[in-house]
């Protein structure tokens, strides 16, 4: 794509007007717990996978419902699955169940 | 030759059923893998053959597992299975008698009192009659527990008893119908000709005195063999199918066929078929105690057949072990429901490269590395028990993970994705290697299963902690000072019923301190609730079966519960107020310097 | 304007006090029951006070002046072992060997802490720098230097807000209300005492709810320069020297931070006493879906519990400040003596309101 010298700030601001909820609703749909979160960021802050990577998983869940899935899809990607975000999440939330499903989600409809 | 048109529903019946059990079973076959196949066609002309014959015995006919856990579900299975297998048996050689010849219809010796009036001598009179007759008592008798067994399962101590479906309904009415229809057909025949024994003669006479019999001898036959066809044609979409397919299912694992690590093949189909829907794996669930869960060992099985199996089924379940273990016909389900997942897994948005230059590890060369596992950094003592012991006795180490690390694998694998946990294994085994250790040591129970049996190291042992201090203790490396508080142990599900580490933290524990037994232990013991297989189960619902676990644990009241996993450590911590420790912890506060 | 009332105050903390002074002000003679060998509760190991810096000993002065009256018998390492309706009173025994009658049971049990080895991640009990927000004031209350176990002046020290608050894992899903701004009141007391050192706080929200609470907030970043992170920390280990090593994310940066700090402080919630438990055990008083008393209605009786002339006061039926703890004990005395001369007040009634359905659980 030609920019002519300019380049468009798409991430300037999340234009919610136009974001695609439709991820964020299937996602709720197969696990509810994703509107508990309140991005305390303790799982992020115990991640195994973000010792070494970029990967958060309160930044994912904004992502989700910010319906930013391309920020979404270089995120989750080192995600290993080991459940440790579980194991300290002050809202007992599903953390692993949410990961999964935007997985699929994403697969379902080839975003 | 004897023939009447009432045989042609019993026959085309039993047509039927060969030929629907014949190519299923051929098609399975054809999806074992070829080496599978080559075991067991080979099987075939060994000593195998009659190990699977006796065990069959055993098990199908004698039933002896179940008779194990339940003497009156056991009692019910062996006169049902081995009471007809009898009376097929003892009716052909009765038959062949009557017709001195040895090939006849196959149907002759089923409705033989209806064509063959003619009784005379010691064995036709006093011999074939009684014991045929005593048979079908015992069927009868089986019938009547069977029917109450639908209505008052107390009696036999379950507290459910399976759901059927509409094959399931049809197949079992026919069943019921069955022998009481053999009886009544016989005893018919007896009152007119006169060729009973002791049951249907004395039965026939009666209802002689009160029942026109003539006229209703054709028609109870009919019933009978109606009965049959319609048991014949039910049974391959019935629970009934497990009793042929049980008979493979034994000579296939005689044979050495199993179901691989990565991919269901057809011995799964076998094991799914042989369920016999008996139900004691209902009450072994957790889940449906506390979420009123409903897709045990048996329904998962059930759905598998029908082919309705959803990604719900699959996943929601803790994959504790409990139903395999429990269950008679052996049917590893735990492993099926787990390769299952494959197919419901994503297989976008993985990705592991770059790993493998982010992590530095020691490259001093040691002998032992120590694995913690992704868990044990939230339980710190148990990171500072196993550091301790390792300096305290000067054993060269390396904590493989004291920065974080890869993870193992499994949880990835527990989820289904066992393409992506392959690559994550490889880094993760290359780093091991890597410090040069003879022995790895974890102090998690879920690391431990995949490094043991699926990373295959070639010059290093894998140990689980508790088997390594047990090892250093007997070696005398170790010392303890046992003190008097009273301990229960937990065992988590992927150290018993998994990997089957029963006696080694037993045995160092009871060198520490006061062991006392608890009522469901080893294989028999609960999930902590904790279980990382379980995908959609909510917190709260994870509380409900943690603090039921946890009360059961602490029934005897100890001064701590000990148990030999992260996992377990921090889901049952959150919960209970006796504190809970690793043993781990408990040795590293024991031992002597 | 003695009346031939009495009423047993089983407690002799903060709340028991002020009532005990306000119920013998209507001439009642109150039995104030407390099982330590001194009155004042959990304030006497308290220095000083959010959000004034007011010594919390000035407090325990003042209530220790009301519960001097005659009719006030204070007994002091006591504990009510047993209790039996007896008309409309209650016969109670005192340690066994004291049985006494009381027209009313007024219950201010109040509050336990926090067992911060529960969180066993957060290293405390397992790392020596490691101490709790009342550890803390204990160092203060003695006078000593704060210093590391190595006997180092820290030059770092986190605070860790909402440390078995607001935390599923720990079973007290609640907010302690209290301990939010107790951490800001002890950042700054840090900074007073060690204007060198760099004070952080950790926290998911910052609850300054209360009047002047939010003008400490701002006092600790005008003149104290404490750092306030937003992030809740996930695990602490120690290093050679031992130090702590944090994990936490800046969820404002979006990235992990990694800090190490020479103390570290958990602000600890407020949990339902075990005294409670004991009590409500013999009284059959109900608990609500936290594990505090349950009152009677959450907007209007809230003193009231379910067995009939059994009153509560103060923070066994929630966490409360000691500005609320101490107004409540006084709406308590004004409840029971209500209850005691049949005032017509109470014989409003209000439609039963749950509270049940905020939470998943039964
Ligand atoms: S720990 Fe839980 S509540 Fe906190 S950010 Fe992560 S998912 Fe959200
Ligand atoms: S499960 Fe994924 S997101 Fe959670 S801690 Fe492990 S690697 Fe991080
Ligand atoms: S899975 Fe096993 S235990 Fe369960 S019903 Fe089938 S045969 Fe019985
Ligand atoms: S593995 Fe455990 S949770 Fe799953 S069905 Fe069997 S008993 Fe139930
Ligand atoms: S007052 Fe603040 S620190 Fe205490 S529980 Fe509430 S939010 Fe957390």
């Known amino acids: 794509m030609k920019t002519f010298g300019y380049t468009i700030q798409n991430d300037r601001q999340i234009d919610f007007d136009a974001a695609d909820k439709k991820l964020y609703r299937y996602v709720a749909e197969k696990e509810p717990d994703i509107n508990l979160c309140i991005f305390c960021g303790t799982c992020t802050a115990t991640c195994s996978a973000a010792e070494f990577k970029n990967m958060s998983f309160r930044k994912i869940s904004l992502f989700l419902r910010r319906g930013l899935t391309e920020n979404l899809k270089r995120e989750i990607e080192s995600c290993m699955f080991c459940g440790k975000c579980t194991l300290v999440c002050p809202r007992g939330i599903n953390t692993r169940n949410i990961i999964f499903n935007i997985r699929k989600g994403i697969e379902e409809y080839e975003f | 030759m004897s023939f009447d048109w009432f045989v042609l529903p019993f026959s085309i019946g039993a047509l039927i059923l060969i030929v629907v059990l014949i190519s299923r079973y051929i098609l399975w076959v054809i999806k074992l893998s070829r080496a599978d196949r080559r075991k067991s066609w080979r099987s075939v002309f060994s000593f195998k053959l009659f190990q699977a014959v006796w065990e069959v015995f055993n098990e199908s006919l004698l039933h002896r597992k179940i008779f194990r856990v339940n003497a009156l579900l056991g009692w019910m299975h062996m006169t049902f299975a081995l009471g007809w297998f009898l009376l097929i048996v003892i009716g052909s050689v009765e038959s062949k008698f009557h017709k001195e010849k040895v090939f006849n219809m196959p149907y002759d010796p089923i409705f033989l009192r209806y064509f063959e009036h003619d009784v005379h001598g010691f064995w036709f009179a006093e011999g074939f009659t009684t014991i045929m007759d005593t048979i079908l008592l015992l069927l009868l008798v089986a019938t009547i527990m069977a029917v109450s067994k639908r209505f008052f399962k107390w009696i036999y101590g379950m507290k459910r008893t399976t759901k059927l479906h509409p094959g399931d309904q049809i197949a079992l009415a026919s069943l019921w119908l069955i022998f009481p229809m053999r009886f009544i057909a016989e005893s018919f025949t007896a009152g007119i000709y006169g060729n009973g024994g002791y049951l249907t003669q004395t039965a026939g006479d009666i209802f002689a005195t009160f029942l026109p019999l003539k006229s209703l001898e054709l028609g109870a036959w009919w019933t009978y063999s109606s009965a049959l066809c319609l048991f014949f044609l039910f049974l391959p979409f019935s629970r009934y199918m497990h009793i042929p397919t049980e008979v493979f299912l034994i000579y296939l694992r005689k044979a050495g066929v199993k179901t691989p690590d990565n991919k269901l093949t057809g011995f799964s189909e076998f094991e799914t078929y042989s369920c016999s829907r008996c139900g004691l794996c209902i009450d072994q669930c957790q889940l449906s105690e506390t979420t009123g869960y409903d897709d045990q060992a048996v329904y998962f099985l059930q759905k598998l057949r029908r082919n309705i199996l959803q990604e719900e089924s699959s996943h929601n379940c803790l994959l504790c072990g409990k139903c395999t273990n429990i269950c008679p016909v052996g049917i590893d389900i735990t492993k099926i429901r787990l390769l299952k997942r494959t197919e419901f897994a994503p297989e976008m948005l993985f990705n592991y490269r770059h790993y493998e230059n982010v992590i530095h590890h020691d490259e001093r060369k040691v002998d032992v590395a120590y694995f913690g596992g992704c868990m044990t950094h939230l339980t710190p003592k148990i990171k500072i028990a196993m550091t301790g012991i390792f300096r305290k006795l000067n054993i060269r180490y390396n904590f493989v993970d004291e920065n974080g690390s890869i993870c193992c694998g499994r949880p990835l694998k527990l989820a289904g994705n066992h393409m992506q946990a392959r690559d994550l294994m490889q880094e993760n085994k290359r780093i091991i290697i890597a410090t040069g250790a003879k022995i790895l040591v974890t102090s998690c129970p879920i690391c431990y299963n995949i490094f043991k049996n699926e990373y295959k190291f070639d010059k290093i042992q894998v140990l689980h902690h508790s088997e390594y201090l047990n090892l250093l203790h007997k070696e005398g490396a170790l010392k303890l000072t046992p003190n008097e508080e009273k301990m229960v142990y937990h065992d988590p599900c992927e150290l018993g019923r998994m990997m089957n580490i029963y006696e080694p933290p037993r045995e160092i524990l009871e060198k520490s301190g006061k062991l006392i037994p608890v009522q469901k232990e080893k294989n028999f013991a609960d999930c902590c609730g904790g279980s990382l297989a379980n995908l959609p189960l909510s917190e709260d619902n994870r509380r409900k079966v943690s603090k039921e676990a946890l009360t059961k644990l602490l029934a005897p009241s100890p001064d701590i519960l000990v148990t030999a996993c992260p996992l377990c450590k921090k889901t049952f911590s959150n919960v209970s107020d006796t504190p809970v420790k690793d043993i781990a912890e408990v040795v590293y506060e024991r031992m002597i310097e | ?362």
């Open chain 3, 1 to 362: 304007m003695d009346t031939n009332k009495t009423v047993a105050v089983i407690g002799g903390g903060i709340a028991g006090m002020e009532a005990a002074t306000f119920l013998s002000a209507r001439g009642i003679t109150v039995y104030l029951i407390e099982k330590e060998d001194k009155l004042g509760g959990h304030l006497l190991d308290w220095e000083r006070l959010f959000p004034t810096m007011r010594n919390g000993s000035e407090v325990v002065k003042f209530l220790m002046d009301g519960v001097k009256a005659d009719n006030i018998k204070i007994m002091l390492s006591s504990k009510l072992t047993a209790a039996e309706k007896s008309g409309k009173g209650y016969n109670l025994r005192i340690n066994e060997n004291v049985d006494l009658f009381a027209d009313a049971v007024l219950v201010t049990t109040g509050y336990d802490l926090f067992d911060a080895t529960k969180k066993e991640e957060y290293g405390y009990g397992i790392y020596d720098n490691v101490i709790t927000s009342a550890d803390l004031e204990k160092i203060f209350m003695s006078g000593k230097a704060l210093q590391t176990k190595q006997g180092n002046v820290p030059k770092k020290i986190g605070l860790v807000h909402c440390v078995g608050s607001r935390d599923e894992k720990a079973g007290n899903v609640y907010c302690s209300k209290v301990c939010c701004v107790t951490g800001v009141k002890q950042a700054i007391e840090i900074k007073q005492k060690m204007p060198y050192t760099e004070v952080f706080n950790f926290y998911m929200d910052l609850r300054m709810y209360g009047m002047h609470f939010e003008a400490l907030y701002k006092k600790a970043q005008a003149d104290f320069g404490i750092q306030f992170i937003r992030g809740r920390l996930s695990e602490a280990s120690e290093d050679q020297n031992g130090g702590i090593i944090l994990k936490v994310e800046d969820t404002l940066m979006g990235k992990p931070l990694k800090l190490t700090v020479d103390i570290l402080v958990l602000l600890i919630g407020l949990i339902p006493a075990k005294g409670s438990k004991e009590v409500g055990e013999l009284f059959g008083l109900k608990n609500g879906v936290n594990g505090f008393y349950k009152t009677t209605d959450q907007h209007t009786l809230t003193n009231s519990s379910n067995v009939d002339g059994v009153f509560f006061a103060g923070a066994c039926t929630s966490p409360k400040t000691i500005t609320n703890t101490i107004t409540d004990a006084r709406a308590a005395a004004s409840t029971v003596a209500a209850y005691l001369f049949n005032y017509r007040s109470l014989e409003r009634k209000i439609e039963q309101n749950e509270d049940f359905w905020l939470y998943n659980t039964k």
